[in-house]
Nanobody, 121 residues
């Protein structure tokens, strides 16, 4: 399984970015997809997840109402639309593939390489 994340960059506070994660190697539509983020010196934190069918999603409280996760199973791609970005959203963002819709990192078996998001004040 390979996960390729893209779409990160530098944006001003209040701006938007859309992250993408393209998957290959097995049946994408069978697995939960998640986004996590990490800043230096801290643990990787849950951001959002979407179920295999796309019928349900979950968000960290810190991003609820600002971020939207979606997926296109025909394209084997998951997205994270990030609006109203804040400096505290600055992190490396990772996509991950898991076998059930939970926030726990250990339930995600495959990880992308990460994409840097920097929000300036």
């Amino acid at each position: 399984v390979q996960l390729q994340a893209s779409g990160g960059g530098l944006v001003q506070a209040g701006g938007s970015l859309r992250l993408s994660c393209a998957a290959s190697g097995r049946t994408f539509s069978s697995y939960t997809m998640g986004w996590f983020r990490q800043v230096p010196g801290k643990e990787r934190q849950f951001v959002a997840l979407i179920s295999a069918s796309g019928g349900s999603a979950d968000y960290a409280d810190s991003v609820k109402g600002r971020f939207t996760i979606s997926r296109d199973n025909a394209k084997s791609t998951v997205y994270l639309q990030m609006n109203s970005l804040k400096p505290e959203d600055t992190a490396v963002y990772y996509c991950a593939e898991g076998w059930r819709p939970t926030r726990a990192r250990e339930t995600y078996a495959y990880w992308g390489q990460g994409t840097q998001v920097t929000v300036s004040s």
